[in-house]
């Protein structure tokens, strides 16, 4: 598996939920699980677009 970008921002996401949840603070805990979620998402779109890349070449090389 290849570190990315939204691999960091996930993780930076889950570090604030948790330091959100440890102190109280609702505020930081939604804004970490939030940006668990979008950098997820960037994640799965791009693992998608690449996977399409994969399939034109792969008919390419035919």
Do not use: P, R, W
Request: no cysteine; glycine share 10%.
């Amino acid at each position: 598996m290849q570190f990315t970008e939204e691999k960091l921002n996930q993780a930076t996401g889950t570090v604030k939920e948790g330091v959100g949840k440890l102190i109280g603070d609702k505020e930081l805990e939604n804004e970490g699980a939030a940006e668990k979620v979008v950098s997820k998402v960037k994640e799965v779109a791009e693992d998608a677009v690449e996977g399409v890349k994969n399939m034109l070449h792969k008919d390419d090389a035919k």
